[in-house]
């Protein structure tokens, strides 16, 4: 099976600008979470879908959303970018009523 | 919310010595802990994992023990090799009914030095 994959592999934007990361999920699996990862901060966990509904959240302010596809995709929005979103964005997948979680390359976001 | 620290930050060793990372969690309600290990600009990959279930669990060179009680978990990797450098991370999930949102600790730098 291919693994999680994640597009762009790469982003530079401007403060005030905004993006949208995208995440395929490894077949067959129907969850799909999302994760910030910084030097400061470590891995800090954004928010978790499965079969199109939002089932967990993080403590990140409301300028980070997502939503996920019919086809278990899942994207991220980040709006009103901050200095303070630079980051690598990861998101990870996990078959159903199993915990173990595979991420993706990750989306390196930096900005300007 | 469930909070996790890891211990030491940095680790350097012998190739050929054990390495040893502990981790410590908040919430008892946590069921599941795995380890990562991620190399400078890749993915973190599971390497092993641990329910509350079981105690110990072994994989050839590594292996993890869990102390409920204490509310500790440790990673142990035997006969390091210089491909074992990576920095490695613990989480901890399942807390509230969370069983899909990972609380990571902040990390180990190993090094395995030949």
């Known amino acids: 099976k291919a693994g999680v994959t994640q597009t762009p592999r790469y982003l530079i934007k401007t403060r005030g600008q905004q993006v949208t990361l995208s995440c395929s999920p490894i077949?067959?699996?129907?969850?799909v979470s999302w994760y910030q990862q910084t030097p400061g901060q470590g891995l800090q966990f954004l928010f978790e879908y499965f079969s199109e509904t939002q089932r967990n959240k993080g403590n990140f302010p409301g300028r980070f959303s997502g939503r996920q596809f019919s086809n278990s995709r899942s994207e991220m929005n980040v709006s009103t970018l901050e200095l303070g979103d630079s980051a690598l964005y990861l998101c990870a997948s996990n078959p159903d009523n199993y915990n173990e979680q595979f991420f993706g390359p990750g989306t390196r976001l930096t900005v300007l | 919310g469930e909070n996790v620290e890891q211990h030491p930050s940095t680790l350097s060793v012998q190739e050929g010595d054990s390495a040893v990372i502990k981790c410590t969690y908040s919430?008892?309600?946590?069921?599941?802990f795995p380890w990562y290990k991620q190399e400078l600009g890749k993915r973190p990959q599971l390497i092993i994992d641990?329910?509350?279930?079981?105690g110990e669990k072994k994989d050839q060179r590594i292996a993890v023990t869990l102390n409920k009680t204490a509310k500790h978990f440790s990673l142990h990797i035997t006969e390091t090799q210089p491909e074992d450098s990576a920095v490695y991370f613990c989480a901890a999930s399942g807390a509230g009914g969370s069983n899909y949102k990972l609380t990571f600790g902040k990390g180990t730098l190993l090094t395995v030095n030949p």
């Open positions: 077949s067959g699996h129907r969850s």
């Open positions: 919430d008892s309600a946590s069921n599941y």
């Open positions: 641990i329910r509350s279930n079981v």
